[in-house]
């Protein structure tokens, strides 16, 4: 429930800026509201400054294509059915180099988001650069479209991802007859706003904060889990006893 909040708190801002246009303009006032300058443009009137660019094909993200850094020891893939809205489950398949499934693809890297191809399926996973362990333990499956993104576009774009207005862009771009899912040609149909730097750096000082307090408390979460897988059995068996604490 608090991530929930928080991600909702992520989603007004991300809301108020970019789509109603009342970032902070150089006064300190909403930028829309007191008339700022607009332009036309396929999206409407939007600031003048600000451009309309492909998503995973523009300057601030690019598809990452499918391939994986041979590794030594243990990983853990990731499948699309491994993930929960954007959470991560605890019962996950370790892999080698040598007996990964064919799908088990993708390589995770810093600054990079990513979604399920598939249709109606709200599966999303955040690199950042805080998420050290992704990187080095884990492998995600095909069935995932990952989106690099640059230091200044990255908390920005995520914001874009975890948006019901992506989630509409990608269903209507979806093909196929039974398993419908959208295609790396068309994720770059998807266009968004580019806005100046200075709004993507004023957004991010304010939402980062926000995202490192929905990971420590996923982290947190995920310790606890394991915490109780290990002791609920020694608990069951009489291993540990505790017929003589007080409480």
């Known amino acids: 429930m608090i991530n929930h909040n928080l991600e909702e ?18 006064n300190g006032s909403n930028f829309k509201e007191s008339n700022g300058e607009m332009k036309s443009s396929s999206f409407g009137l939007v600031p003048v400054n600000w451009k309309i660019e492909s998503l995973g094909n523009g300057k601030l993200s690019k598809i990452i294509g499918s ?7 243990n990983k853990y893939y990731v499948a699309t059915a491994d993930i929960s809205d954007a959470e991560l489950n605890n019962n996950l398949t370790i892999i080698t180099i040598d007996d990964k499934p064919s799908r088990a693809n993708m390589q995770p890297i810093e600054k990079s988001v990513w979604f399920a191809k598939m249709k109606d399926s709200r599966k999303l996973i955040m690199v950042d650069d ?3 362990d992704l990187i080095d333990n884990y492998i995600f499956s095909t069935g995932f479209a990952g989106l690099k993104c640059t230091n200044e576009s990255f908390y920005y774009i995520w914001s874009f991802i975890l948006s019901n207005q992506f989630d509409t862009m990608k269903n209507n771009l979806a093909l196929g007859t039974t398993m ?10 998807i266009e968004l706003l580019h806005p100046e730097t200075k709004i993507l750096n004023k957004f991010n000082s304010i939402v980062k904060p926000i995202f490192e307090k929905i990971y420590e408390n996923n982290l947190e979460k995920k310790n606890l889990t394991s915490l109780r897988n290990n002791l609920l059995p020694k608990l069951m068996s009489g291993e540990i006893n505790v017929s003589n604490v007080k409480f």
């Open 9 to 26: 708190l992520i989603q007004s801002i991300y809301h108020s800026w970019f789509i109603d246009f009342n970032f902070p303009n150089e």
């Open 67 to 73: 391939s994986i850094d041979t590794f030594k020891g």
């Open 130 to 132: 805080y998420s050290q």
């Open 180 to 189: 419908q899912a959208i295609n790396n040609s068309n994720i770059k149909k």
